[in-house]
């Protein structure tokens, strides 16, 4: 009996090393893979990552909606092009769809500058350009929700506010991921970022 017990352990011994060199081989085959296609393994890490703002942006969404906001949902809302009826969610609507954005967008930026694209440009100019394109993008996703809400309500109920703001999350990433990769978030080489940073220090001296 003894001897079946030290056979299997001497067994599982060797079977270790070998499971470790698998797993390792696998792991160099993914590095291999990444190296050779940066930019695609980036675009699937800023998808990845920007999961992170999405489960901010559908929980501030339903805390707001639900919650915070609900006792404008009859009310209806109308400010410029902005024109939520009561059946596309009312005052309640827009300032949900508004909070989520804006605290979504926080955690996009953080998460994407140091995780996804580990930028070392400006963080001075960057912020400027970055806050741009989000109120840019901030109005078209709240122009679509009540566009598609009323419609949407009359297919899926309740749930048509969530499908509005999956597709103004799909809205996001067409427009925001080329202008984090090439514009605001941009790895630069060691001396362009050494004086962006020295610029930098120099103008808050100066200020």
């Known amino acids: ?25 696998l792991w160099r085959r993914f590095q291999d893979w990444r190296d050779a296609h ?27 909606n ?20 009561v059946a596309a969610g009312g005052l309640a609507g827009f300032l949900s769809f508004l909070l989520a954005y804006a605290a979504a967008q926080a955690v996009n930026f953080y998460v994407q500058r140091k995780v996804v694209f580990k930028a070392n440009n400006n963080l001075g100019a960057a912020i400027p350009i970055y806050i741009t394109a989000v109120v840019a993008v901030y109005f078209i996703c709240l122009y679509v929700p009540q566009i598609i809400v009323p419609p949407l309500t009359d297919v899926v109920g309740g749930w048509a506010v969530y499908v509005a703001n999956v597709v103004n999350i799909m809205i996001q990433v067409v ?20 004086e962006a940073a020295a610029h930098e220090a120099e103008g808050s001296r100066t200020d």
């Open 38 to 64: 940066p930019d695609i393994y980036e675009f699937i890490m800023f998808n990845i990552m920007s999961n992170v703002a999405t489960i901010t942006n559908f929980l501030v969404l339903f805390v707001s």
């Open 66 to 85: 639900a919650i915070i906001f609900s006792a404008w949902a009859d009310t209806p809302f109308s400010w410029g092009p902005f024109e939520y009826t």
């Open 175 to 194: 427009i925001l991921y080329p202008v984090l990769k090439f514009v605001v978030m941009r790895k630069v080489e060691q001396n362009e970022a050494a």
């Open 1 to 25: 009996m003894d001897d079946e017990v030290q056979g299997s352990g001497a067994s599982q011994q060797g079977s270790d090393p070998d499971a470790r060199r698998g797993g390792w081989s």
